[in-house]
C-alpha cells in the first residue's frame, strides 16, 4: 500500500479564498483523522471518522473549516473562507480500529498551507 | 481526559542510550500507551506501544512503571536520524498529541 495520500502538499492562497484539503487514506482502514499543526499550538485533532461517519468535530476551530468523506477511500477538509490565521500543515491520518486503543495511526506527509 | 507530561527537550550522544520519560498520572485501566516521534518535515510515525508489561520492537522499547503512572522510551543507541520531536500519547476514544520532547543528537 502506497501509504496516506495527501494532496495538495503544498498550498498557497489569499485570504477569503475556499481551500479544500484531500486525503486518501490506507486501504481498509475504519478511521480517518484530520489534524492541524502549527509552531504555537502543536499538533491539534480536528475531527475524526469512522466507516465514513464524522465522530468527534469538537476540535473543528469555527464554523469555517469544513470536513466531509463521502466514501472509505477520500476525504476533504475545507476551509471557506481562508484567513492566515489557518496558515498550518495539515495531517491526515488513518488507522485500521479504534476499540482496544491498540491500533497505530499511520500520517500522512501533510500538505503545508500558507493563506497570505 | 487522559494527559501526558514530558519534558520540553532532551539531548543525546550519538551511539549513546536515550531514555525519554513521560508522565501519565490519570491513565485508566484501559489507556494504551503510545509513542510516536515526528522527524523534521514529516508527519509523526508510530515507534511502540504497551499496556502493562515492557515492550521491545526494532526501534525502541518501553519501560512501564508498576503503576502504570509513568513510562520511559529507550533508545538503545541513538543515531543522527533519531533526532525527532517524541509524543507519549495514552489512547482512550480518541488521539490527542501533547507537545512532545524534541530530541536533539549530538555527533
Known amino acids: 500500500d502506497a501509504g496516506v495520500i495527501q494532496s495538495p502538499r503544498h498550498e498557497v492562497t489569499e485570504m477569503g479564498q475556499e481551500v479544500t484539503l484531500r486525503c486518501k487514506p490506507i486501504s481498509g482502514h475504519d478511521y480517518l483523522f484530520w489534524y492541524r499543526q502549527t509552531m504555537m499550538r502543536g499538533l491539534e485533532l480536528l475531527i475524526y471518522f469512522n466507516n465514513n461517519v464524522p465522530i468527534d468535530d469538537s476540535g473543528m476551530p469555527e464554523d469555517r473549516f469544513s470536513a466531509k468523506m463521502p466514501n472509505a477511500s477520500f476525504s476533504t477538509l475545507k476551509i471557506q473562507p481562508s484567513e492566515p490565521r489557518d496558515s498550518a500543515v495539515y495531517f491526515c491520518?488513518?488507522?485500521?480500529?479504534?476499540?482496544?486503543?491498540?491500533?497505530?495511526?499511520?500520517f500522512g506527509p501533510g500538505t503545508r498551507l500558507l493563506v497570505l | 481526559d487522559a494527559k501526558t507530561t514530558q519534558p520540553n527537550s532532551m539531548e543525546s550522544n550519538e551511539e549513546e542510550p536515550v531514555h525519554l520519560p513521560c508522565n501519565h498520572s490519570t491513565i485508566s485501566g484501559t489507556d494504551y500507551i503510545h509513542w510516536y516521534r515526528q522527524l523534521p518535515s514529516q508527519g509523526p510515525e508510530y515507534v511502540i506501544h504497551?499496556?502493562?508489561s515492557n515492550v521491545n520492537n526494532r526501534m525502541a522499547s518501553l519501560a512501564i512503571a508498576e503503576d502504570r503512572k509513568s513510562s520511559t522510551l529507550i533508545l538503545h543507541r541513538a543515531t543522527l536520524r533519531d533526532a525527532a520531536v517524541y509524543y507519549c500519547?495514552?489512547?482512550?476514544?480518541?488521539?490527542?498529541f501533547g507537545a512532545g520532547t524534541r530530541l536533539t543528537v549530538k555527533p
Open positions: 500519547i495514552l489512547l482512550s476514544n480518541d488521539m490527542r
Open positions: 504497551g499496556l502493562t
Open positions: 491520518a488513518s488507522s485500521l480500529v479504534l476499540a482496544g486503543s491498540q491500533e497505530t495511526q499511520y
